[in-house]
């Protein structure tokens, strides 16, 4: 079965600084790989989709790569601003079997202090 | 706007009742998708359906069910039989079950009262 970590589960940085969210993944048996943003009660926004034949993603400020071989990713933000405060989900669809869904970490909490 | 619709936004339940959670999508998508959250955990999939009337569950199915009589709507029921139904409920879609990217509705936070 399918397990995704995420680390650190919280961060608290200066604005302006550049940063990095760490997602591992148990088996490296996967369609792809999607960061997501949740604002507090609200829903997922989608950030970046990583096919599993790809090694990175970038939008704007940031910067997704994948490394299935190993089981990781990490979203890169540059330059973060108070609006990049937010919970970060990393998810995979799981190729090896059992639901077609995509199974998710428990998100890094990330405050950016203005 | 194309997007996916959650109605309601705040839904409370009785003890002993049954709910459903609306969702709608206007993106032309095959598959749908229905997650629980709480607090401290990952979101969990609940059901999931490829195509119109034909729907699979997901890792927490006991006490929901489904329907997917139309390809753009997706509706959730919470029966008496979930013993622990408060929480928040996710539905997303996708243009195809696997390698493509998901979008997500704004949720439904459901309380038992």
Redesign the interface.
Known sequence: KQEVTQIPAALSVPEGENLVLNCSFTDSAIYNLQWFRQDPGKGLTSLLLIQSSQREQTSGRLNASLDKSSGRSTLYIAASQPGDSATYLCANMYSGGGADGLTFGKGTHLIIQP | DGG?T?SPKYLFRKEGQNVTLSCEQNLNHDAM?W?RQDP??????IY?S?IVNDF????IAEGYSVSREKKESFPLTVTSAQKNPTAFY?C?SSSG???T???????T?LTVV
Not at chain 2, 40 to 45: D, E, F, M, P, Y
Not at chain 2, 101 to 107: C, I, L, S, V
């Open positions: 996916i959650q998708y997650y401290g955990q990952g979101l969990r999939l999931y490829q699979q569950k997901g890792d996710l997303a079950l696997w390698n990217e998901a979008f997500f509705g704004q949720g936070r």
